[in-house]
């Protein structure tokens, strides 16, 4: 294999040099390379030959990625995977052994990230005639942490939010929420993570609800449109003593919720540095009573592209368009009216994001444009209304 | 004259060959995505899949383009889009080891070999790095700053500071005319590494900060409820902000 190595280089430095080189450059090759060929024995080394020999033979990098990582020699496997992946993006097998192999070399990583900002709305109510404008301030912690427990990659997040508002008081929310499970890798190569997920609010300063569920995400490899899946199940329950404000509970929200949504992704589709993302989505909310029990179907188009960019990339701005559109049915009849409720929605939005180094900040416009089939009778809140938001957010990572 | 002629041709022959005779094969370029091309000497041409590379080579890449180079002693280097890296020094045999490379601009990845851990020696415009691990991620941006990222082990970096070490998961961020700064991984940091992160990856990537749009690859962005500021994971109800979506009764 040696001989056959020592061969190839010099057909191949022939076609680069002067024929007049040829002979001495196959002697100082052979020369050369003799020390370095004697020094490497073994397994793994008898493996590599034929690797160097041929770079792109997926056999040849198997069997040395394999070899490597009984040696305990990991990050050699995860080069040969790599390589069987570059000469074959389909080559299934050995993207599952590269994500397997690049998790189990991940560092532990802990993100924190702070949030701040204002946020103006001009129906904070949703009031179908119109309503109040109001500004709140915002505040929110978020703790993303991955790390191997006993073999396996598991991953954790902790969120916690709080609003107020300048004038309406009874508007202001608070939310915590913690989500845990482990992230396995699948035999494609995708990863999944099952999570354990429990969340509570509340109101006006008091208890709101609290919910706990099951997830299921779903992260696709690759450079193909289908990004990710997502499923969930969890089970909400309301207070029935927070009625005052713009909140309204009771125990008939209580509810089964199971949802899914699937996340569709294109790079570089107009620009050199864009992205397009479709995320289709669906809900069943089993709730108690009928006139809250609904199914929903959506989809959110985003999209990203960079305007500029300074210190050598430390810096950039992008402009970010979105649009959503979601349709909602309820079950049961409200007082008042003859048929279930019907809801339209659609919210069309601009931001404009910069980033420098760990600092984000995100200029954001939506029009939440919300038609009601209760759009007569009865009008109440959140049936048929037009809320514009303006917001200005600061995001820093540690 | 036929002497003459002789003499002449096995002369000039020589001095030809006398360049030549200083390139030593190093490696192999394993893997090729796009423009990346090779200069040894004044020559310079396309490096395809399979080609060798040698000692003093110079090793460029185009925009969405890159290239892993394979060295004997098992090194694989990861060269990113819009890079140049010389690979200076290789010697790998029983009387010694030492390996040196120097990168000048562009994104890499370095997996050490075989060799011992102090043959190995990165030299680049704001430090020179001594591998003390086995993954190290180099970023060198177009205003001066150098980005040091250790993927498994550690790294010693000697600077006009002084001499700064980072051991796994740890990243070096050497800004001109300012002192190093040992910290975390960024989400920027990485979107700048994501071609030699990520083998589908071709260019930097858009990071993944509040506002951009889903990509999908990870918990907290499927869950995300597109920009706001709050994550809802299980009231599926809202897709803005899991406050808000409590709002539409009263």
Redo the contacts between chains.
Sequence with gaps: MAVKSRA??VG??AR???L??V???A???AL??S??V???TGE??DL?RQ??A???DAGANTRYAQAAERQGEL??A??AY??I???D?NNTQARAE?ERIKAA?E?????F?V?F?LQYESNV??DPHGGRSDIAG?L?L?M?DERHVGGTSW?T?V?V?G?THLNSGN?D?M?G?V?TGPVLTMENGWRI?P?L???V?G?NYNF??Y???L?A?I?????GWL????F?V?Y?DFTSSNRTG????ENGRDAV???G?V???WE?VFT??????I?P?A?Y?IARAQDDRFW?V?V?A???T?LASF????G?V?L?P?V?L?YRAYAGQEPGHNNSRKDTRV?PGM?L?G?Y??K?V?L?Y?Y?HNDSNYNDGVL???RQYRNHRV?L?F?V?? | MRITLLTSLILGSALFALPVAAQVDIGVAASITNKVDGSVGPQTKPVVLGDRVFENEVIRTGTNSKGQLLFRDETAVTVGPDSEITLDKFVYNAAGNSISLSATKGVFRFISGSAPKNAYEIKTPSATVGVRGTIVYIGLLPDGTGLYYVGEGGIELKTAFGVFSASEGEIIVIRPGAAPEVGKLKPWQKALFAAVFDPDKKSADLPSVPGMPDKGNDLKNLLRSQGQIIDCYNSFQSEYGCGYGFRRRN
Excluded: W
């Design positions: 190839r280089i191949a430095a680069r040099l002067s007049a080189g002979g001495a450059l002697l100082c090759a050369g390379s020390p370095a004697a020094q490497q793994v080394q590599f690797v160097l041929n770079p792109s990050r050699k995860l080069a790599e390589r992946i570059l000469a993006p590269y070399l560092p532990a990583q802990t993100h990230q949030g900002g109510r949703l915002q929110s978020r993303d991953r997040g969120q939010y609003d508007a929310f939310y929420s989500s993570h999570s997920n429990a969340e609010g109101a709101l609800f919910s706990v569920g997830g995400a992260e696709t490899r690759g450079a990004r990710g899946m997502t969930g969890s909400a713009v909140f309204h509970s919720v199971v949802g949504r996340k569709l992704g570089n050199m540095q864009d992205f397009l993302s995320a989505g809900v909310n929903q959506g959110t985003a999209y990203a960079r210190e050598g990339g430390v950039n992008y970010a979105e959503t979601q919210v931001k994001i980033t180094e760990n984000t995100v954001s939506l939440d109440l809140d959140g917001g957010n995001y990572d540690f």
